[in-house]
T-cell receptor, first 112, second 113 residues
């Protein structure tokens, strides 16, 4: 049973475009939703995270939108650059005492 | 501040052997979690340790085990290796069990032949 469903699996955008990656979760007890960025040969790096009490969070060019009623959240990358080409993972956890449950990942390619 | 370090970075083992992987968390972090990453299954939780005690365990067979030392460093062991154990094993550290933010190391790439 996949608790966090991520889409699309892969995404190609032009430089300057705004890729959007979506995640849907099932467990309403989840209260922490991070996004991780992973480059080949590296471990996932924490990018940005959101709690259910806010609908949007921005950090630099990265924005998380959160829809509690729909049980969905998404990552937007403004003014995308070739250096943003990586695999992005959404995740969820509850209570701070439970492990992260990850989506399957989205491979993003930003072409110049 | 140094990040999470994992050793070794690469490992090749033969089916049936056992392996031990090591993780040193970020200074001051006391919780360590281990994840297995494969192309097919993605990132899957193995176990979490805090204060030398296993707090959570994922759905993996008993061949997978771990421990944590008093300095928060952690090791995981896989016995009787199978071909399907080939994966990237990632360690993540956090301040403590009530802290959400987890920071990953570069991983150990294990290949079982």
């Amino acid at each position: 049973q996949q608790q966090v469903k991520q889409s699309p699996q892969s995404l190609i955008v032009q430089k300057g475009g705004i890729p959007i990656i979506n995640c849907a979760y099932e467990n309403t007890a989840f209260d922490y939703f991070p996004w991780y960025q992973q480059f080949p040969g590296k471990g996932p790096a924490l990018l940005i995270a959101i709690r259910p009490d806010v609908s949007e969070k921005k950090e630099g060019r990265f924005t998380i939108s959160f829809n509690k009623s729909a049980k969905q959240f998404s990552l937007h990358i403004m003014d995308s650059q070739p250096g943003d080409s990586a695999t992005y993972f959404c995740a969820a956890s509850r209570g701070g005492n439970t492990p992260l449950v990850f989506g399957k990942g989205t491979r993003l390619s930003v072409i110049a | 501040k140094a990040g999470v370090t994992q050793t070794p970075r690469y490992l090749i083992k033969t089916r049936g052997q056992q392996v031990t992987l090591s993780c040193s968390p970020i200074s001051g972090h006391r919780s360590v979690s281990w994840y297995q990453q494969t192309p097919g299954q993605g990132l899957q939780f193995l176990f979490e340790y805090f204060s030398e005690t296993q707090r959570n365990k994922g759905n993996f067979p008993g061949r997978f085990s771990g421990r944590q030392f008093s300095n928060s460093r952690s090791e995981m062991n896989v016995s009787t290796l199978e071909l399907g154990d080939s994966a990237l094993y990632l360690c993540a550290s956090s301040l403590g069990p009530r802290t959400h933010e987890q920071y990953f190391g570069p991983g150990t790439r294990l290949t079982v032949t």
